[in-house]
Structures are given as structure tokens and as C-alpha cells.
């Protein structure tokens, strides 16, 4: 069964512009990671925020991590037509792993 | 270090048949996940292995089954093929085991077509 819920499903911007997407789950969690997915790929890890953390920066990505309402949010500055692909949220519950249905992301030139 | 390989890419199978998908970790990682992706279900998990034991199991019937072998190679069985068994499925490792906080690698998957 599946933990997080992304949120939008789908979204659609113009490069430059700002992707935020967010990530909502059910029960605690020791770490929440967000990877991304070209279409008909494997996933690739982006970055990965511990329960007692509340931002993290890599790069163009910012992660929040709220434990108190159980919502993770991942933001993509400046984005390009290459970031296009799926994005999801991982919870990582000593060691069960669990995604959610991913927010399709595209980066319109 | 190599990535983590899924074999075959492709594979075609009629309903009622079995198959067996192959997934070879990144050297040293002990941990081995499968993943069931489709289009409605999103990404559900099927199992991890970690020191050639299942230590978690989602929620698929007993047709979907695996094991792990020393050397961390992995396999994936299913048997009694259904239509609705195809999808794409994917591989993934970790390092370590218990509390680790560390990512998993994914392979490419295996595409299953089940007609």
C-alpha cells in the first residue's frame, strides 16, 4: 500500500520558473526522500531529509519537512525543460519504504 | 561501481505462465527492494530482502514471491500470470540494513506484458 500523496498530480510551467510540490503521509516516519523518474526509467534519488530536520538544499531543490502535520514540500527553482519527469515522495519507516503517486512535472522551453 | 541491473528489459508472457525477473545490486549493498509500477496504482512495494532473508512484504498475493542469494542477487517470481500483472517492474538497493537512513538505487526495471 502506498504512504505519501503528492500533490498536484500534474503541473505544467514555463522554464524559469519556480515547481513546488508537495507530499502528504500517514504515520511516522524515520526519514522522507524524494527521487524523480524519467519516463519508463528507474528512479533517481534527489535528496533525502531525517525526521528532526526541517530544510534541506541541494542545488536548484529546497525539501521542507513538517512532522507535526505530516507534509513534506520539494521546490525546483529555476527550472528547466530537462527537469521534466515524475517526482515522488519516499517515507522511509525503519526500513520500509513506502512511495506516493508522484507529481508529473512539465517544464514547457 | 556498476549500477543496479535488471534482466530481462522486456519480456512478453501469455496468462496462466511464470516468470522469473533477475536483479543484480550495486557491489556491497545487502538490501534488495522490489517495486510493482503501473499507471493506476502508482508505485507499490513488493518485498525486501536484506542477508538472503524477507524482512518486509507488501500486500500481494502469494503468487508474487522472491529470494536473495549470497552474493545479493536477487529474484523475483510470479506465477499464474494475470492480465493485470503487467507492469513495470523495479529493483532496488541500499547499503546497509536497520537505520541507515541511506537512498535506494534503482534499476531500469523490467517491462512485463502479460496477454
Known amino acids: 500500500s502506498q504512504q505519501g500523496e503528492e500533490d498536484p498530480q500534474a503541473l505544467s510551467i514555463q522554464e524559469g520558473e519556480n515547481a513546488t510540490m508537495n507530499c502528504s503521509y500517514k504515520?511516522?516516519?524515520?526519514?522522507l526522500q524524494w527521487y524523480r523518474q524519467n519516463s519508463g526509467r528507474g528512479l533517481v534519488h534527489l535528496i533525502l531529509?531525517?525526521?528532526?530536520?526541517r530544510e534541506k538544499h541541494s542545488g536548484r531543490l529546497r525539501v521542507t519537512l513538517d512532522t507535526s502535520k505530516k507534509s513534506s514540500s520539494l521546490l525546483i527553482t529555476a527550472s528547466r525543460a530537462a527537469d521534466t519527469a515524475s517526482y515522488f515522495c519516499?517515507?522511509?519507516?525503519?526500513?520500509?519504504?513506502?512511495f506516493g503517486a508522484g507529481t508529473r512535472l512539465t517544464v514547457k522551453p | 561501481k556498476a549500477g543496479v541491473t535488471q534482466t530481462p528489459r522486456y519480456l512478453i508472457k501469455t496468462r496462466g505462465q511464470q516468470v522469473t525477473l533477475s536483479c543484480s545490486p550495486i557491489?556491497?549493498?545487502?538490501?534488495v527492494s522490489w517495486y510493482q509500477q503501473t499507471p493506476g496504482q502508482g508505485l507499490q512495494f513488493l518485498f525486501e530482502?536484506?542477508?538472503?532473508?524477507?524482512?518486509n512484504k507488501g500486500n500481494f498475493p502469494g503468487r508474487f514471491s522472491g529470494r536473495q542469494f549470497s552474493n545479493s542477487r536477487s529474484e523475483m517470481n510470479v506465477s499464474t500470470l494475470e492480465l493485470g500483472d503487467s507492469a513495470l517492474y523495479l529493483c532496488?538497493?541500499?547499503?546497509?540494513?536497520?537505520?541507515?537512513?541511506?537512498?535506494?538505487?534503482f534499476g531500469n526495471g523490467t517491462r512485463l506484458t502479460v496477454t
Open positions: 530482502y536484506f542477508s538472503e532473508t524477507q524482512r
Open positions: 504515520t511516522s516516519i524515520n526519514n
Open positions: 532496488a538497493s541500499r547499503q546497509k540494513g536497520l537505520m541507515d537512513n541511506s537512498p535506494l538505487h
Open positions: 519516499a517515507t522511509d519507516n525503519n526500513n520500509d519504504m513506502r
Open positions: 557491489s556491497g549493498h545487502r538490501s
Open positions: 531529509i531525517r525526521s528532526n530536520e
